[in-house]
């Protein structure tokens, strides 16, 4: 092995290690955003047993339940997003650090590109990085050494 081919391939260890570390920061991340949808779906079940709890006023009709649906949707569905994505990167991090799934990592990161600005740094380095025809090489050699172990 060349002097170069070394320097490149201390160089893929260490991008990749950082990406690693990134995709679990931002694993992390989406994980405790995601409690905030949550926080809504809470409220949502408040609003809604409030509505229909409360007495009716004279002359007055009592504001409707889907009030308190609409909260309580929103944030199990900011939950579920928010949560899976996390999931995900998750997944990113630990096939990165296997040295597998280098398509499953790039769609990933295609995804958290629309998390702006730090999805969207994130996705960048790692099509960067992933599409290196040395770290592809990588990816390449680790996926032929599991099906020999299998």
């Known amino acids: 092995m060349s002097e170069d081919q070394l320097r490149q391939a201390i160089v893929d260890q260490e991008h990749l290690k950082l990406l690693t570390i990134g995709y679990l920061v931002s694993a992390g991340t989406n994980a405790f955003f995601s ?22 006023r004279p002359g007055q009709d009592a504001p409707p339940e889907f009030v308190g649906w609409i909260f309580g949707l929103f944030g199990f569905g900011f939950f579920a997003i928010l949560a899976g994505l996390g999931v995900l990167k ?56 599991s099906e020999r172990s299998e």
């Open 35 to 56: 409690l905030f949808g949550l926080l809504y779906a809470f409220m949502g079940v408040v609003i809604t047993a409030a509505i229909s709890r409360a007495p009716a």
């Open 90 to 145: 998750f997944l990113v991090a630990r096939r990165l650090k296997q040295r597998r799934s280098r398509t499953f990592c790039m769609v990933v990161a295609g995804v958290s590109c629309f998390g702006v600005p730090y999805g969207t740094m994130l996705g960048v380095f790692t099509f960067l990085v992933l599409s290196r025809p040395s770290v592809a090489r990588l990816f390449q050699a680790e996926s032929i050494n």
